[in-house]
């Protein structure tokens, strides 16, 4: 849609996007109409595509809103080159996601992550003492902003005897000593503390 507000001249165009995204991020995709279009229209069509972390995506759809709903207040303000600006911006870089599978925000993200001490590794020791549990159990690490960390944690709870759920928001500390860099991830452990099998 910011190309099309490129192309018309109709900024609002953008302020629609704009908030809609807003609103999905806020309310979760079931409000998000481009989301509705792809988990119904275009996913059971062409398959599923690779399970990927869920925040750096929904990162890049919050600098996106911002953007938006910046340009929309430099519109509203008089302000329009400063507004078109940022509107181009998103549509450049929205384009060269499209076209070449290029995410900025992701990146960005990503790069954030790893200043943060946040760097992938591989999973095949757990510390039992550090969550509390001294038999076998399902260890989930989550995130609040994780849509899809809440989707398993239900099926989860359904199907495992002990699941022991880690929001590595709040504890930052397990995150970097386990290195997750992906969320959802759920690791089935042993009482020994030994990772049996990788759940996601």
Request: proline share 4%; hydrophobic share 50%.
């Amino acid at each position: 849609m910011c190309v099309l507000a490129l192309i018309t001249g109709s900024w609002w165009f953008a302020s629609v996007m704009g908030l809609q995204l807003a609103i999905g991020l806020l309310f979760g995709r079931q409000f998000c109409v481009t989301c509705l279009f792809y988990f119904e229209v275009l996913q059971p069509r062409f398959g599923e595509g690779p399970i990927e972390d869920a925040r750096p995506p929904r990162f890049a759809n919050i600098l996106g809103a911002i953007f938006l709903l910046s340009a929309t207040t430099l519109h509203l303000a008089g302000l329009a080159t400063a507004g078109w600006v940022l509107i181009g911006v998103v549509a450049a870089l929205a384009t060269l996601a499209v076209t070449t599978g290029f995410c900025m925000g992701c990146t960005m993200y990503r790069v954030i992550a790893r200043f943060r001490g946040v760097r992938p590794g591989h999973h095949d020791h757990i510390d039992m003492r550090d969550f509390d549990v001294t038999s076998d159990a399902v260890i989930q690490f989550t995130h609040p902003l994780c849509s899809d960390c809440k989707e398993m944690e239900r099926e989860l709870r359904a199907k495992e005897g002990d699941l022991v759920v880690v929001d590595v928001s709040k504890q930052k500390d397990l995150a970097r000593k386990y290195h997750v860099d992906v969320v959802p991830l759920a690791l089935r452990v042993s009482s020994e503390g030994r990772v049996l099998q990788r759940l996601a």
